[in-house]
């Protein structure tokens, strides 16, 4: 595939992917699940912003050293093997990337509804903003099938332009907040008493997950990057590093602008009231604009990746039912087949996003998971397998073969653990979910 990109487009695919969606949509989780406790809303975001900066470093390590690979696939394979490397493929091509993809087009089209006001808008799962969902799906993907060039120079341009709200929030309402003393009130008064710090903390570490996952998407651009050996390293650090001070920052604008209480009252549209009291009406309607725009950048970026999911398998398979996703569109340099399934299997996620979150009735009963976050933590699991092979690899430094990667396991155990602790029993459910769509995948794979 053609090497269209560059070191500034890995970094938005980082940066983009990352921001842009959960910063906004978790914020008002982090306080629901702390109860408003400040102190212990911050200390998540620092421990899941940590965790990921150890990831991605760690990962530059696997990427630098695996050169000629490409996306979690293709480290996976040079690591663990061809089998392996399957079956994390497909799990990231029909579970984690598309399950992302359906949660990534829906809150565009939520956060527009909260724009658009009313009734019928106000409801998270109402028809409206559904359809409006099923719009961002198909014409994201319709630009990346037809458009690669363009959906990347728009993956640098919201990546850009999903800074100014978060921006603005970080400088003005910290400093609002400690002049009226919002701030100071906010992180003495804690709304909800009642739940504990340590069981806050770790339902908080969960909701995180979220917004702090996408980084991983940057490397399945490997093979359309330029110098892809060196910059993508570098640009899974740097990027890390951006997105932890921004979050942290948000967060604490945040508190400056709004009584957490109100945020915990209203949801999504929480934001849109802080951005409100800040910048006025009119001021606070037209930032918001920008966080649309923020969320369907996001949406972009995961597209990007899940539109190259079945290609990169049937990269590695020498069955010949994949070799039909090994063909590339001569016009406009994608694989066709690989990006029509991605669509299909992103539309299944959000009709299951759209039935698991119908209240009080969901349409699954115990099998009603919460697929923004349980995929993201199996993909922690299976990053163990590569991080301990890691420590094989005889010509790296003691600090890059031994500390890094004991550290980047310690944190997808932590991180299995805060799940478990979470959610119980729902986890066990999830599972038989995902050994069910694996079981199809070993079907698959032995096809000829």
Known sequence: MEKRYNFLTAIAMVVGTVIGSGVFFKAEVVLNRTGGNMMTGILAWLIVGLVMIICTYTFGIVA?????ANGMVGYTREACGKTYAYYVGWFMTTIYYPSLTSVLCWLPARYLGVLIGGEEW??????SVMVLSVFFLVSTYTMNALAPKLAGKFQI???TAKMIPLVLMAVVGTITGLGNGQIEYNFVNVVDPSISPT????????????????????TSIGSELKDAERNIPRA???????VVVVYVAYYIGLSGAQDSAIMMQNGEAGAKLAFQKIFGQLGGVLIFVFVVISCWGTCNGLTMSVSRGMYDLAMDSESEYMAKFRSVDPTTGMPANSTVVGLLVSGLWLVYFYGANLAPSPWFGPFSFDSSEL???????????IFIKLMTIRQLGSFKRFVMPTLAIACSIFMCFAT?????????????VFAAVMALGAFIKHLK
């Not at 630098?64 to 000629?68: K, R």
């Not at 106000?122 to 028809?127: D, F, Q």
């Open 64 to 68: 630098g050293n695996y050169g000629g």
């Open 122 to 127: 106000g409801n998270a799962c109402s028809a």
């Open 157 to 159: 341009t919201t990546a």
């Open 199 to 218: 069981a806050g903390l770790f339902a908080a570490v969960v909701a995180l997950s979220f917004a702090y996952e996408g980084w991983i998407c940057a």
């Open 236 to 242: 899974l650090v740097i990027g890390a590093v951006i």
């Open 375 to 385: 995929p993201i933590i199996t993909l922690y699991i299976l990053y163990i397998p």
């Open 420 to 432: 478990i602790y979470t959610y119980g029993i729902k986890v066990f459910f999830y599972l038989i």
